[in-house]
């Protein structure tokens, strides 16, 4: 099929060409709230279309590096985006100011998260342990239990602010307030 | 170019198979006995031509240390890894250290590399297909456990180099098995691939979408497999003649290998008839110059309580695959059973328990994986493909950092090919070179992970310390092998590498190999 090769290869080029400035919803041709079932499905498509097997035949050099280089932005796109995590954080970096540097998910991303997830949920494992009973209790509606889980993680980690807020809210609840309305 | 043949080879720990598509339709190549499976043993002969297969295979007593079988077990492995040393204390063959920790088989006086062995059984695989066709083949794809690391999927491409062969790609054979068993299929499914092979255990889960074949996950050890069910009916077989005899046959290669043979060949009667006869005429003599005989019979009862353990060990790899993919065993839609042990009513029945469904029939677990090597061999021959493998990488890509410690640069099942780079600084005025080594495993300490190798990098600006940042780019490529280069991240000027602390052959070494190879004459005989 050597008419349908050659618009390919323009095509490949000017995607090669465009590859560092786009992100990995762009890379994966999908809208920042696609589904995973959306994003899996756009790694699918991507893949028919730039999977470097397509091009194995192909005397072309320019043309194999081109798909190449495009199809590992491909699977990187993925990789991130699949995880939850991962893709929440990414999504608000490439919405940011410093979006040029941060298209790419890199090994300080990787720190950042860390560290944003400790915040999220302590920095000790017994405050995490401690923090992660009280809300699992919490959404049992076992309010005596949580505020217990969330006085003892206070202890491991008395300056957590997110500790504080959750034991006055299960205390709170114990007494049978009601919740403030949205 | 239309016509081309192109081969799919599955180099098995024991068995090896080799297949070719024709008309569309994947097809095994018989040898001219009509075998279809070929015992992966090499026996040099004295008049100094080769036997490979099956026929080499009777050597093995009788040609004992000039016979080599199992090297796959051997392959890309450094000289002082426990496997060598298993292997060491149970072949009667030499295996000797080479250079740079690498392992040697020393044979007939000579000293050869565990790539040039393998390479003789592939040019078997090639013989036997060229016999067949009556013409020449070059191109094939090769098939390696999912759980090889770099340096054995290195070491398995330059066994197919030295054989002459043209390798396409280097694909994972849970990965073959999957295409054999979904290609022409336009099936949406959700399928495990159980792989036991004769030294190696693989799971893999992949999501077919019509023409797309997605791995999720793999998990493996490559440290277990159906020799060791026959270990333990060797065992078996030694602890009852040692109470009844006072006399130990395992410290006797000989007798040892008379055991390993009735062993296996027992285990295969027994899993298809529920018993099997053992019966070892002469299998040694005692002190007075007795000579004993050995007579035995193994039944499912005896067996199954001797191997649950090693089942048991492969549903932990079932386990940890499920979990990467994040998956249940409910959400399976078919399981494929892949590999000769598969074949036991054991782990038949095991597996059908474990995954709440029965195995999927009609597929020939023998040769499966090198159908599947050869339907993606001529898809990757043909202009139009119609299957996409996208496969993932089975283990962590680290760096060696301070203090013995390793830091992560990719996660193991993240799809492949895929790059991330990584920046480098210089650290002292003037600094002209830079080190990095690189490991694959699960660990952040550095001895327990398998080095691949230390890249030094050179000749990029010399300047102050710190003033030079290097981007040291890390790819894993479709082969599944490692690919490290580096460029002056200012001037992009691409730096020059050299390799060390690796196992692989040399440039050099690889080319005396090819001529080599090509010179053996392999021995045709019944």
Same mark, same amino acid.
């Given at each position: 099929?050597?008419?349908?090769?050659? +618009?390919?290869?323009?095509?490949?080029?000017?995607?090669?060409?465009?590859?560092?400035?786009?992100?990995?919803?762009?890379?994966?041709?999908?809208?920042?709230?696609?589904?995973?079932?959306?994003?899996?499905?756009?790694?699918?498509?991507?893949?028919?279309?730039?999977?470097?097997?397509?091009?194995?035949?192909?005397?072309?050099?320019?043309?194999?590096?081109?798909?190449?280089?495009?199809?590992?932005?491909? +699977?990187?796109?993925?990789?991130?985006?699949?995880?939850?995590?991962?893709?929440?954080?990414?999504?608000?970096?490439?919405?940011?100011?410093?979006?040029?540097?941060?298209?790419?998910?890199?090994?300080?991303?990787?720190?950042?998260?860390?560290?944003?997830?400790?915040?999220?949920?302590?920095?000790?494992?017994?405050?995490?342990?401690?923090?992660?009973?009280?809300?699992?209790?919490?959404?049992?509606?076992?309010?005596?239990?949580?505020?217990?889980?969330?006085?003892?993680?206070?202890?491991?980690?008395?300056?957590?602010?997110?500790?504080?807020?959750?034991?006055?809210?299960?205390?709170?609840?114990?007494?049978?307030?009601?919740?403030?309305?949205? | 170019?239309?016509?081309?043949?192109?081969?799919?080879?599955?180099?098995?720990?024991?068995?090896?198979?080799?297949?070719?598509?024709?008309?569309?339709?994947?097809?095994?190549?018989?040898?001219?006995?009509?075998?279809?499976?070929?015992?992966?043993?090499?026996?040099?002969?004295?008049?100094?031509?080769?036997?490979?297969?099956?026929?080499?295979?009777?050597?093995?007593?009788?040609?004992?240390?000039?016979?080599?079988? #199992?090297?796959?077990?051997?392959?890309?492995?450094?000289?002082?890894?426990?496997?060598?040393?298993?292997?060491?204390?149970?072949?009667?063959?030499?295996?000797?250290?080479?250079?740079?920790?690498?392992?040697?088989?020393?044979?007939?006086?000579?000293?050869?590399?565990?790539?040039?062995?393998?390479?003789?059984?592939?040019?078997?695989?090639?013989?036997?297909?060229?016999?067949?066709?009556?013409?020449?083949?070059?191109?094939?794809?090769?098939?390696?456990?999912?759980?090889?690391?770099?340096?054995?999927?290195?070491?398995?491409?330059?066994?197919?180099?030295?054989?002459?062969?043209?390798?396409?790609?280097?694909?994972?054979?849970?990965?073959?098995?999957?295409?054999?068993?979904?290609?022409?299929?336009?099936?949406?499914?959700?399928?495990?691939?159980?792989?036991?092979?004769?030294?190696?255990?693989?799971?893999?889960?992949?999501?077919?979408?019509?023409?797309?074949?997605?791995?999720?996950?793999?998990?493996?050890?490559?440290?277990?497999?159906?020799?060791?069910?026959?270990?333990?009916?060797?065992?078996?077989?030694?602890?009852?003649?040692?109470? #009844?005899?006072?006399?130990?046959?395992?410290?006797?290669?000989?007798?040892?290998?008379?055991?390993?043979?009735?062993?296996?060949?027992?285990?295969?009667?027994?899993?298809?008839?529920?018993?099997?006869?053992? #019966?070892?005429?002469?299998?040694?003599?005692?002190? #007075?110059?007795?000579?004993?005989?050995?007579?035995?019979?193994?039944?499912?009862?005896?067996?199954?309580?001797?191997?649950?353990?090693?089942?048991?060990?492969?549903?932990?790899?079932?386990?940890?695959?499920?979990?990467?993919?994040?998956?249940?065993?409910?959400?399976?839609?078919?399981?494929?059973?892949?590999?000769?042990?598969?074949?036991?009513?054991?782990?038949?029945?095991?597996?059908?328990?474990?995954?709440?469904?029965?195995?999927?029939?009609?597929?020939?677990?023998?040769?499966?994986?090198?159908?599947?090597?050869?339907?993606?061999?001529?898809?990757?021959?043909?202009?139009?493909?119609?299957?996409?493998?996208?496969?993932?990488?089975?283990?962590?890509?680290?760096?060696?950092?301070?203090?013995?410690?390793?830091?992560?640069?990719?996660?193991?099942?993240?799809?492949?090919?895929?790059?991330?780079?990584?920046?480098?600084?210089?650290?002292?005025?003037?600094?002209?070179?830079?080190?990095?080594?690189?490991?694959?495993?699960?660990?952040?300490?550095?001895?327990?992970?398998?080095?691949?190798?230390?890249?030094?990098?050179?000749?990029?600006?010399?300047?102050?310390?710190?003033?030079?940042?290097?981007?040291?780019?890390?790819?894993?490529?479709?082969?599944?092998?490692?690919?490290?280069?580096?460029?002056?991240?200012?001037?992009?000027?691409?730096?020059?590498?050299?390799?060390?602390?690796?196992?692989?052959?040399?440039?050099?070494?690889?080319?005396?190999?090819?001529?080599?190879?090509?010179?053996?004459?392999?021995?045709?005989?019944?």
């Amino acid at each position: 099929m050597v008419p349908d090769l050659f +618009t390919f290869a323009i095509e490949a080029e000017a995607v090669a060409g465009l590859l560092d400035g786009l992100d990995y919803f762009q890379v994966l041709k999908v809208d920042r709230g696609a589904s995973l079932a959306e994003l899996k499905a756009a790694f699918y498509r991507e893949s028919r279309l730039y999977h470097p097997d397509r091009v194995f035949h192909v005397a072309d050099d320019a043309l194999k590096s081109n798909v190449h280089r495009i199809y590992k932005r491909v +699977t990187e796109a993925w990789s991130v985006l699949r995880d939850d995590e991962k893709r929440r954080k990414y999504a608000a970096d490439v919405s940011g100011p410093q979006r040029a540097q941060k298209l790419r998910w890199t090994e300080e991303s990787e720190t950042e998260r860390r560290r944003a997830r400790e915040e999220e949920i302590g920095t000790t494992p017994n405050g995490r342990k401690y923090y992660v009973a009280g809300v699992a209790a919490l959404e049992r509606q076992r309010f005596d239990e949580a505020l217990r889980n969330f006085k003892a993680a206070q202890m491991y980690e008395p300056q957590n602010a997110r500790y504080k807020e959750k034991a006055d809210e299960a205390a709170r609840r114990a007494r049978g307030g009601a919740e403030p309305s949205p | 170019m239309a016509g081309e043949i192109a081969i799919g080879i599955d180099l098995g720990t024991s068995y090896s198979c080799v297949s070719i598509v024709r008309d569309g339709r994947p097809q095994v190549v018989p040898n001219e006995w009509g075998e279809t499976t070929h015992a992966s043993v090499v026996s040099f002969l004295e008049d100094g031509t080769v036997a490979v297969g099956n026929a080499a295979k009777r050597n093995i007593l009788v040609n004992a240390e000039n016979t080599v079988y #199992s090297a796959k077990r051997l392959i890309g492995r450094f000289f002082f890894s426990e496997e060598v040393k298993k292997t060491q204390a149970l072949v009667p063959y030499t295996i000797v250290e080479g250079p740079n920790n690498s392992v040697r088989l020393q044979i007939r006086g000579k000293q050869m590399a565990v790539p040039e062995i393998s390479a003789l059984v592939l040019k078997e695989m090639k013989a036997i297909v060229e016999n067949w066709l009556g013409e020449p083949v070059t191109k094939a794809v090769i098939t390696c456990p999912a759980y090889f690391n770099d340096n054995q999927r290195q070491a398995t491409r330059d066994a197919g180099r030295i054989a002459g062969l043209d390798v396409l790609r280097i694909i994972n054979e849970p990965t073959a098995a999957a295409l054999a068993y979904g290609f022409g299929k336009d099936a949406n499914q959700r399928i495990a691939v159980y792989d036991l092979g004769g030294g190696t255990f693989d799971v893999s889960i992949l999501e077919i979408g019509k023409d797309v074949f997605e791995v999720l996950s793999t998990a493996g050890d490559t440290y277990l497999g159906g020799d060791d069910f026959d270990d333990r009916v060797v065992h078996w077989l030694a602890e009852d003649f040692l109470r #009844s005899t006072g006399l130990d046959l395992r410290q006797n290669k000989w007798c040892l290998q008379m055991l390993k043979e009735a062993a296996e060949r027992a285990k295969i009667e027994c899993g298809q008839q529920g018993w099997a006869d053992v #019966s070892i005429p002469g299998i040694c003599q005692d002190p #007075s110059g007795k000579v004993m005989n050995l007579e035995a019979r193994l039944t499912t009862e005896i067996f199954n309580p001797m191997v649950m353990d090693l089942v048991q060990r492969t549903f932990k790899v079932c386990d940890e695959a499920l979990q990467s993919a994040r998956l249940t065993a409910r959400d399976i839609d078919a399981v494929i059973l892949v590999g000769g042990p598969t074949r036991l009513p054991i782990i038949r029945q095991s597996v059908a328990h474990y995954f709440g469904r029965e195995p999927m029939k009609g597929i020939d677990p023998d040769q499966v994986v090198s159908m599947g090597a050869a339907l993606q061999a001529t898809a990757l021959l043909g202009a139009e493909t119609s299957t996409y493998l996208l496969d993932v990488t089975p283990l962590s890509l680290r760096i060696a950092t301070v203090g013995g410690f390793t830091e992560k640069v990719l996660e193991k099942n993240t799809p492949v090919p895929i790059e991330r780079s990584k920046f480098f600084t210089t650290s002292r005025d003037g600094q002209d070179r830079v080190k990095i080594r690189v490991l694959q495993g699960e660990s952040a300490r550095v001895e327990e992970c398998e080095s691949l190798g230390e890249f030094e990098f050179s000749g990029f600006r010399i300047a102050g310390r710190g003033e030079v940042k290097i981007e040291v780019a890390f790819e894993i490529d479709t082969n599944g092998i490692v690919n490290v280069r580096a460029v002056d991240a200012e001037t992009g000027m691409q730096a020059n590498t050299t390799i060390r602390l690796s196992s692989g052959m040399t440039e050099s070494e690889l080319q005396a190999s090819v001529a080599a190879n090509e010179a053996t004459q392999l021995a045709r005989g019944g």
